[in-house]
């Protein structure tokens, strides 16, 4: 069975920090790639997506996430976080034929201004 | 284009008793999924509903039911509650069965006492 892994559980950062997200997957084959973040008090909405080509993947809001298939990994980065980046993000995962997504533990943000 | 909209928002029961969430999908989305989403443990995989039918199910107790209707709402049940039931319970609706992209309701938020 396929499984998520986000190893930073907490994060806290001043404004402007840059930030880096990690996670890795354990399946081996054909994968889609998705990073969903949920604000305060908002429903879990789509960040961005990977499904193939470029592995570079531009989200919203000045997210990017670079698919790395030697790393099995999909970490999010954005080089300059602000106040409002304040949320829980998720990583999933979905693959073998499957459409239904193995979703990550998340990582909770907290920018301080 | 209305989202997804699940009800009741937040609801307090007793061990023992039953609960009945509601989920209506986006427009034109026939596929509906619920997740329970709890502190530390992420979006767990409860099942998935698509034309109707019970296509996937993830690892919980037979106390966990739902089905879906003609119009694509979906509804799901938890029976004798424990107090470990405890949790945010999200709907997330897609178009088709393919990609794992998903769109969620701001979920039912499940306090057993």
């Known amino acids: 069975a396929q499984s998520v892994s986000q190893h930073n559980h907490h994060v806290i950062l001043s404004e402007a920090a840059s930030l880096e997200l990690g996670c890795n997957y354990s399946y081996g084959g054909t994968v889609n790639l998705f990073w969903y973040v949920q604000y305060p008090g908002q429903h879990l909405q789509l960040l961005l997506k990977y499904f193939s080509g470029d592995p570079l993947v531009k989200g919203i809001k000045g997210f990017e996430a670079e698919f790395i298939k030697s790393k099995f990994s999909f970490n999010l980065r954005k080089p300059s976080v602000q106040w409002s980046d304040t949320a829980e993000y998720f990583c999933a995962v979905n693959a073998g034929g499957s459409y239904i997504p193995t979703f990550g533990r998340g990582t909770s943000l907290i920018v301080h201004p | 284009k209305a989202g997804v909209t699940q009800t009741p928002r937040y609801l307090i029961k007793t061990r023992g008793q039953q609960v009945t969430l509601s989920c209506s999908p986006i427009?034109?989305?026939?596929?509906v999924s619920w997740y329970q989403q709890t502190p530390g443990q992420g979006l767990q995989f409860l099942f998935e509903y698509f034309s109707e039918t019970q296509r996937n199910k993830g690892n919980f107790p037979g106390r966990f039911s739902g089905r879906q209707f003609s119009n694509s709402r979906s509804e799901m049940n938890v029976s004798t509650l424990e107090l470990g039931d405890s949790a945010l319970y999200l709907c997330a609706s897609s178009l088709e069965r393919v990609t794992g992209e998903l769109f969620f309701g701001e979920g039912s938020r499940l306090t057993v006492l």
């Open positions: 427009s034109g989305h026939r596929s």
